[in-house]
């Protein structure tokens, strides 16, 4: 309970000093197919803000989109088209998910592989900072090679492996015992993914990815995924929140060239302090707030936006 508490409060002490992004000059969009592709509502306005002008200040190229999780208000959308160059806002209603899962961030991931035909996309979630430069990432779009954020440090220089080989190095000891997280379910079942060894599969995170304009993987990629991952945990679990992270970090994996980003500079907040070289940060729901460095990193880059 006093651990619930004092998240709480530094919640609202976070939105409070993310508020100060209002008073950042506005993105000036540039036309060089290049997307910053974000899904939001009212309730992260403000951290959006931050993660997407924190970003396109180290890129300084590229323009933004935003899937509307139903939420937003048509103050909202003033303030974003104020702030972000008057971007295109879908609305989810509008996204037709065909044989995918409705719901669970199925139509942001389905939304960039429509977006990604003419544009080199970047899915940016909405808590994350930008916190130094990207030369990584500068270099993906570049060489237009798609890139994601891994999900952890274990991941780190192992890349994107058979199928059969990625259930082997992650799972020696085969799946865990007891009820199973969505996305540790799946893994363990890749073994008998259809024709297993001739894909690949990298633990990514959705939460930061780039996808190569014109890259291979589309709507039909995406449902036919769907459709096997069904068949392996079943249809009631696979419209469990965290399938689509899979599926997103699967379809990147079987990309040529596709570069996991390297974690000592672009990692996710696991409640310790990050490493010195880092560049961007995505604080996952898990200890989002268990400490101030959420609130303490978007302050300083508010600052440097205003300087």
Not at 162 to 191: C, D, K, M, N, W
Request: aromatic residues 8%; glycine residues 8%; charged residues 25%.
């Amino acid at each position: 309970m006093i651990d619930r508490i004092f998240r709480k409060g530094r919640e609202t002490l976070h939105l409070r000093a993310a508020r100060a992004v209002l008073a950042t000059p506005p993105i000036v969009p540039t036309a060089d197919r290049v997307v910053i592709f974000s899904m939001i509502g009212t309730r992260v306005l403000l951290p959006y803000l931050v993660a997407v002008k924190s970003l396109h200040a180290r890129l300084r190229i590229g323009r933004i989109a935003i899937l509307d999780d139903g939420s937003l208000t048509q103050a909202d959308k003033a303030v974003l088209a104020h702030h972000l160059g008057d971007p295109e806002i879908r609305s989810i209603r509008d996204v037709d998910t065909g044989r995918c899962p409705q719901g669970g961030t199925w139509e942001r991931l389905l939304t960039l592989l429509d977006l990604r035909a003419d544009d080199f996309v970047i899915q940016l979630d909405s808590d994350t900072v930008t916190v130094g430069d990207v030369p990584e990432v500068l270099a993906a779009i570049e060489g237009n090679h798609s890139f994601t954020l891994l999900g952890d440090p274990e991941t780190d220089g192992v890349g994107a492996l058979p199928l059969p080989e990625f259930v082997a190095h992650r799972y020696p000891q085969g799946a865990p015992a007891g009820r199973l997280h969505i996305q540790t379910a799946i893994e363990t079942s890749f073994a008998a993914y259809p024709d297993a060894a001739a894909y690949r599969y990298v633990r990514g995170c959705s939460g930061f990815t780039g996808f190569a304009r014109g890259g291979p993987s589309g709507r039909p990629e995406a449902e036919a995924f769907s459709l096997a991952g069904e068949d392996l945990v079943g249809k009631q679990r696979w419209t469990e929140w965290g399938t689509e992270q899979v599926a997103s970090s699967f379809l990147l994996a079987n990309e040529p060239g596709m570069r996991p980003l390297p974690y000592r500079r672009y990692l996710n907040y696991w409640n310790e302090a990050p490493n010195p070289d880092a560049r961007f940060l995505h604080f996952v729901g898990t200890h989002r707030y268990s400490t101030d460095e959420y609130r303490r990193r978007s302050t300083e880059q508010v600052r440097l936006l205003r300087a």
